[in-house]
């Protein structure tokens, strides 16, 4: 919906000179400055979010690549999203590890193994290099 509104404003107050339009001006139209938007708008709505001191508006920008990349968001799109021009920097930035994320790998690994194991066994061979008989492997892993 906002992109909506903000597209409104742009149709009803275009401005002439486009390599200056602005999209957020001061109640006079002149850019508005980070000290005003900080102190007439961010303050006061960081604190109805009851959000910690100190969080700034980067911080909202942080915290939305982070969880995007933490719910598995692909890391191309997430630096479209953010207008990275390297997906590195994105990763590198933004893509720290959360709580939960070595015991959630530990279980990938696992399930990786088990299914080298399962095929593995079809050739009489499991993951760890050893030779098992392949009667035993099969029957090890349910296979007929």
């Not at 030779?131 to 099969?138: E, G, K």
Request: hydrophobic share 40%.
């Amino acid at each position: 919906f906002l992109v909506d509104i903000l597209a409104e404003h742009i149709d009803r107050y275009p401005d002439p000179d486009q390599a200056r339009g602005l999209v957020f001006t001061s109640s006079d139209g002149t850019p508005l400055r980070r000290s005003n938007f900080a102190r007439r708008v961010w303050a006061p709505a960081a604190t109805a979010a009851a959000l910690p001191d100190g969080a700034t508006f980067h911080h909202l920008r942080h915290a939305c690549a982070s969880w995007l990349i933490d719910a598995g968001a692909n890391p191309l799109e997430v630096a479209a999203k953010l207008r990275h021009t390297r997906v590195t920097t994105t990763l590198s930035v933004y893509g720290h590890l959360f709580p939960g994320t070595d015991e959630r790998l530990d279980a990938l690994l696992e399930e990786t193994q088990s299914r080298a194991n399962v095929r593995g066994a079809r050739d009489g061979r499991a993951m760890d290099g050893t030779v098992t008989p392949i009667a035993d492997a099969r029957k090890a892993a349910d296979l007929p």
